[in-house]
T-cell receptor, first 117, second 109 residues
Framework: GAVVSQHPSWVICKSGTSVKIECRSL??????MFWYRQFPKQSLMLMAT?????????EQGVEKDKFLINHASLTLSTLTVTSAHPEDSSFYIC?????????????FGEGSRLTVL | GQNIDQPTEMTATEGAIVQINCTYQ??????LFWYQQHAGEAPTFLSY????GLEEKGRFSSFLSRSKGYSYLLLKELQMKDSASYLC??????????FGAGTRLFVKA
């Protein structure tokens, strides 16, 4: 089946630094990818929709200047958390849909756990 | 607006059957997903219902009623490894998926 790979799996950084997370679709092309964040014991919150070759669409309340999204190719989207602060510590998950598949299934990356000190 | 509701927690016994309900109100609707998520891991796909009715897949079955905005996930012959969070998610169109808060299922011996 379709596979989405996310890197890094976990990262620890100092407050004020920027962190980049990559999301790749390994065996299918994804014109659209999605970025979620998840706090402990809570569900996934959609942050933004990443569109290949155009600007990302951000959900209400998500700062686009803080969470920079770049979808430069059909298989790669990146999320950069700029000037990270401890409150940005969370589990970030990307996903993509294989539109050629029969189920319309949403495939998830492994997730990236960010800890900001 | 977008609203997906499911119980916060459920407890069931190994070998039993459990039904996790989900109601939804979304602007635009293509189908209903169920995902399983173990702590610290990404969700894994269980089912995707587009049409009304019950779809069975091994020990797991999923039901959808579009007119009622209602779905359930049925887990049979529960095993300890089924202890996890189960996420109901609405496919709202535009390829956007909105998740419910999840139901934490505890399976006890």
């Amino acid at each position: 089946g379709a596979v989405v790979s996310q890197h890094p799996s976990w990262v620890i950084c100092k407050s004020g630094t920027s962190v980049k997370i990559e999301c790749r679709s390994l065996d299918f092309q994804a014109t659209t990818m999605f970025w979620y964040r998840q706090f402990p014991k809570q569900s996934l919150m959609l942050m933004a929709t990443s569109n290949e070759g155009s600007k990302a669409t951000y959900e209400q309340g998500v700062e686009k200047d803080k969470f920079l999204i770049n979808h430069a190719s059909l298989t790669l989207s990146t999320l950069t958390v700029t000037s990270a602060h401890p409150e940005d510590s969370s589990f970030y998950i990307c996903s993509a849909r294989d539109l050629q598949g029969n189920t319309g299934e949403l495939f998830f990356g492994e997730g990236s756990r960010l800890t900001v000190l | 607006g977008q609203n997906i509701d499911q119980p916060t927690e459920m407890t069931a016994t190994e070998g039993a059957i459990v039904q996790i309900n989900c109601t939804y109100q979304t602007s635009g609707f293509n189908g209903l997903f169920w995902y399983q998520q173990h702590a610290g891991e990404a969700p894994t796909f269980l089912s995707y219902n587009v049409l009304d009715g019950l779809e069975e897949k091994g020990r797991f079955s999923s039901f959808l009623s579009r007119s009622k905005g209602y779905s359930y996930l049925l887990l049979k012959e529960l095993q300890m490894k089924d202890s996890a969070s189960y996420l109901c998610a609405g496919d709202t169109g535009g390829f956007k998926t909105i998740f419910g808060a999840g139901t934490r299922l505890f399976v006890k011996a």
